[in-house]
């Protein structure tokens, strides 16, 4: 079975006699240790320039995630009035639609009323009974001849 090999750096430092101090960077690979002798170079971190850059970019992020949020804030709101729009365009078609059933029915109520007074049999009593009309006595009628 083999083990899992885990790579650590540990950093110590050394003091001299003199005044200054070497960094010395001790890392592990696996179970073996070895020194770095400074050929290559070690990352220093300088707190005080990332923390510079970090608020700038935070300020800029934060101005960034603003704007987005402000845009998408204005799409959404654009979206929700364009959808109240179509609702209300909607309950206006219905409106329409049953008025057009409606004013069909009486379309259908009044063909059947002209067909109805198309009638001779209505159109002779409505003549004899509301307007007084009657049939022409021998007195009143006059014969043509077409003899030629």
């Known amino acids: 079975m083999q083990s899992a090999q885990v790579k650590t750096n540990h950093s110590t430092t050394v003091t ?4 200054q101090r070497r960094r010395r960077v001790v890392s592990m690979d696996g179970n073996v240790a070895y020194v770095n002798s400074g050929f290559a170079k070690s990352k220093v971190r300088q707190p005080a320039r990332k923390a510079k850059a970090r608020t700038k970019h935070s300020r800029a992020g934060l101005g960034m995630t603003m704007f987005v949020m402000f845009a998408a804030f ?3 709101t654009l979206l929700v009035s364009r959808y109240a729009v179509v609702c209300s365009i ?3 078609n219905n409106a329409l639609e049953q008025q057009i059933i409606t004013i069909e029915g009486q379309i259908d109520n009044l063909a059947v009323q002209l067909e ?3 009638d001779l049999e209505y ?3 409505v003549a004899q ?3 007084g009309m009657k049939y022409p006595d021998q007195s009143q009628k006059v014969s043509i001849s077409l003899d030629w």
Do not use: F, W
Request: contains cysteine; charged residues 20%; aromatic residues 0%.
């Open 16 to 19: 001299r006699p003199s005044t």
């Open 74 to 76: 204005c799409a959404l």
């Open 90 to 92: 909607g309950a206006q």
């Open 116 to 118: 109805l007074k198309d």
């Open 123 to 125: 159109v002779q009593n």
């Open 129 to 131: 009974g509301e307007l």
